[in-house]
C-alpha cells in the first residue's frame, strides 16, 4: 500500500464513482488479476513495450519486460505491459523519421488516458528513445529508461565492421571495383551477429547514451550489450526503481531541466555521437518545456574533444565500449574536466556526480581521459548563411585525408570554395550521379534538397552522398556535401545536414544551381553561395517551393504540423502542453 494518492485510485479506488470502478477493474479479471491487486493502493507500472516483430532491433524487450515485470513486483507494484507504436529505422518507408512524433503522440494519450502511476519505457532502435522520452516529458508520470542494448560486435573478414558503418564503407569498396555485389550483402549481412540495436555509435547507442547522460536511466545501463547477463540484471532493477519513483514522486520534470539537457549536448561530443541527436534533443527540450537554443551546440558542445574510439568516429564497438565503463567513464571525464553539471537530478535518487562515483575508464584504448583524446573539438560545427539559417556539421568524422584535401590551403585553413552540383531528392542523386556530363571532380560540392521534414516528408537520412564511382577508383573516396535532410547516424561523412529552413519550406537550398560557386568556412560558421544580392532575389521571385503530394493521411498531418529540423520537427500543436498529468482526464 502506498503512503501517497496514487493517481491511479482514481480509477480502482473512487467512492464517488463506485459504478466507474467496476467498469475499471472488470476486465482486468479476464487475464486472472485480483481485484485486490488493483485496489490496494499499490503502484501501477506500465511497461511501454517497443519491441515486435516490426521492431527487430528492439524484439528482444519482449524477453527483458519479465525481468521488468519481476522488478516492479518485488517491489510492490503492480505491472501493466501494453504495445507502443514500432518504429525500425532500416525498413520503414519513406523514412522512420515519420514514426517519432506518431509514436509520442499515442504514448501520451496511453500515459494520460489509463490509470498508471509510473513507465518503464523500454527504448533502443534511433526513434524510439526520443519518442518515449518525450511523451514522458508531456506527461510528467514518473519515467525511467531501459535501453535494450546493442548487439555484440560484429567481424568480417577478421575486422570489426559496425553496423550501418560497414555499409557506407563496403558500398564505397563496391563502387571502386574492389568487391563484388555478393560480397557487398555478405558484409552488410555480417554486421548483424545478435539481438539489439546497432553496435556503432550510431543514433540508436547515441540516443539512449543521451538518456542516461539526461539521468533517466540507471547508471551504466545505456551501454549492456543486448545479450549480456547484465541486460536483464539491468532490467530487473529498472523495474523496482520505477516502483520507488513512485513512492518518492521524482518526476520527469525534476530530471529534464537545462543543466541535464546541455549535459547531453556535452556527452554527444565525447562520444562521437550521431547528428541525428540535434532534432531529437531539440524535441524532447520543447516536449520538456526547457529552453535548448540553436548556439548551444557551438557553445557547449563544439570545444568537448573526443573521448571514445568507437565507430564511426573511431574504432571500436558495443562491446569493448561497455567494458571500458560505457557511458559513465566518459561522464567522469567530463566531470573530472570540470565541464559537467554535476548537481542534476537523476532516477536513480542521487544525482549526477554522486553516481559517477568510481566510475573511471577501465580501458585506457576505448575511452581516452580528457587531456589525452581522439580528437580535440569534436562537436558539431553550427553554420549559417544566405544557403540556410542552420545547419550542422558532425566534426568528429572529418578523416585527416579530408582535412587536407579540402580544408588546409594555405592561408585558407578550414575554408572551402567549391562548384554545386545539385540534386533533387535521392532518386536524382541514384540517376545521375555517375553521368560523365556533370564532370564532378574534386572542387565539387553535392548538394541534396527535397529531403527535409516537409520535402521528403519527415527528412530522409540522405545527405552522405558518395562521389561518382570514377573520383572512388581514382582515391577520392568522399566529397563535401550538403543537404536539408539528414543522415545517418552510423556514417562516417562529415556531411553538412539539416540545413533549415529546407528547399520545400523556401529556404535557400531552392535557388541554388549546378555550377553556383558555394564557400564553406568553418571558422566563422559561415556557408554561402556567392551570388549577388539582385541575381539571388530574382532566382528567389521565380522559384516555388516543390512540396510532392502526400501518400498517407499521417504524411499530410505532419507536414502540415512538423517544424524544422533546426526546432526539432515537432509537432507545433503539441507545443505548450507540459505536465498534463496533473489535470486527470474525465470519467
Ligand atoms: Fe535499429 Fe540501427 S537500425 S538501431
Ligand atoms: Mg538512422
Given amino acids: 500500500m502506498s503512503k501517497r494518492r496514487l493517481r491511479s485510485q482514481d480509477w480502482f479506488d473512487n467512492p464517488d464513482h463506485a459504478d466507474m470502478t467496476a467498469l475499471y477493474l472488470e476486465r482486468f479479471m479476464n487475464y486472472g488479476l485480483t481485484p485486490e491487486e488493483l485496489t490496494e493502493g499499490r503502484p501501477i507500472i506500465g511497461i511501454a513495450q517497443s519491441g515486435s516483430d516490426l521492431s527487430p532491433c528492439n524484439r528482444h524487450h519482449i524477453d527483458l519486460a519479465k525481468r521488468v515485470r519481476d522488478g516492479i513486483r518485488d517491489a510492490g507494484g503492480i505491472p501493466i505491459e501494453f504495445p507502443t507504436h514500432p518504429i525500425f529505422e532500416n525498413c520503414r518507408r519513406p523514412t522512420a523519421a515519420l514514426d517519432r512524433n506518431l509514436a509520442y503522440l499515442g504514448l501520451v494519450e496511453l500515459l494520460h488516458g489509463y490509470p498508471l502511476d509510473g513507465v518503464v519505457l523500454t527504448t533502443g532502435c534511433d526513434k524510439t528513445t526520443p519518442a518515449a522520452i518525450m511523451a514522458a516529458a508531456t506527461v510528467d508520470i514518473p519515467a525511467i529508461v531501459l535501453s535494450g542494448g546493442a548487439m555484440l560486435d560484429s567481424v568480417h573478414e577478421g575486422r570489426l565492421s559496425g553496423s550501418g558503418t560497414v555499409i557506407w564503407k563496403s558500398r564505397r569498396r563496391y563502387a571502386a571495383g574492389e568487391i563484388d555485389r555478393a560480397q557487398f550483402l555478405e558484409a552488410a549481412l555480417e554486421s548483424a551477429p545478435s539481438i539489439g540495436h546497432c553496435n556503432t555509435m550510431g543514433t540508436a547507442s547515441t540516443l539512449n547514451a543521451l538518456a542516461e547522460a539526461i539521468g533517466l536511466s540507471l547508471t551504466g545501463c545505456a551501454a549492456i550489450p543486448a545479450a549480456y547477463r547484465e541486460r536483464g540484471q539491468m532490467a530487473y532493477r529498472t523495474g523496482k526503481r520505477a516502483v520507488e519513483l513512485v513512492e518518492e514522486d521524482l518526476l520527469p520534470s525534476k530530471i529534464l531541466t537545462r543543466d541535464a539537457i546541455l549535459n547531453a549536448v556535452r556527452v554527444n561530443a565525447a562520444i562521437g555521437g550521431s547528428t541525428n541527436a540535434q532534432p531529437h534533443l531539440a524535441a524532447i527540450a520543447e516536449a520538456a518545456g526547457v529552453e535548448l537554443r540553436h548556439e548551444d551546440w557551438q557553445i557547449h558542445g563544439y570545444d568537448i574533444p573526443l573521448l571514445a574510439d568507437v565507430q564511426p568516429a573511431g574504432r571500436f564497438l558495443s562491446e569493448r565500449f561497455h567494458r571500458a565503463g560505457g557511458v559513465p567513464a566518459i561522464m567522469w571525464e567530463l566531470a573530472e574536466a570540470g565541464v559537467l553539471e554535476t548537481g542534476c537530478a537523476t532516477v536513480t535518487g542521487q544525482t549526477i556526480g554522486e553516481n559517477l562515483k568510481g566510475r573511471e575508464a577501465r580501458d585506457r584504448e576505448v575511452i581516452r581521459a580528457y587531456n589525452t583524446p581522439l580528437m580535440e573539438r569534436a562537436g558539431f560545427r553550427v553554420l549559417s548563411g544566405n544557403l540556410f539559417d542552420f545547419a550542422i556539421m558532425k566534426t568528429s568524422v572529418i578523416s585527416e585525408d579530408f582535412r587536407r584535401r579540402f580544408l588546409s590551403e594555405p592561408g585558407q585553413e578550414n575554408c572551402f570554395e567549391g562548384q554545386a552540383v545539385v ?158 498529468a496533473r489535470t486527470l482526464p474525465r470519467h
Fill in 423 to 580: 540534386f533533387d531528392g535521392s532518386e536524382d542523386y541514384h540517376a545521375r550521379i555517375n553521368d560523365p556530363a556533370l564532370e564532378i571532380d574534386e572542387r565539387s560540392i553535392l548538394v541534396i534538397r527535397g529531403s527535409g521534414p516537409l520535402g521528403w516528408p519527415g527528412a530522409a537520412e540522405v545527405v552522405n552522398m558518395q562521389p561518382p564511382d570514377r573520383l572512388i577508383r581514382a582515391g577520392i573516396s568522399s566529397l563535401p556535401t550538403i543537404g536539408d535532410g539528414r543522415q545517418s547516424g552510423t556514417s562516417d561523412s562529415p556531411s553538412i545536414v539539416h540545413a533549415s529552413p529546407e528547399s520545400a519550406d523556401g529556404g535557400g537550398l531552392a535557388v541554388l544551381q549546378t555550377g553556383d560557386t558555394i564557400r564553406i568556412d568553418l571558422n566563422s560558421g559561415r556557408c554561402d553561395m556567392l551570388l549577388d544580392e539582385a541575381e539571388l532575389n530574382r532566382r528567389r521571385q521565380e522559384t516555388q517551393p516543390q512540396v510532392p503530394v502526400s501518400q498517407t493521411p499521417w504524411q499530410k498531418i505532419f507536414r502540415q504540423e512538423a517544424s524544422q529540423l533546426s526546432d526539432g520537427a515537432g509537432l507545433r500543436s503539441a507545443k505548450g502542453f507540459h505536465r498534463i
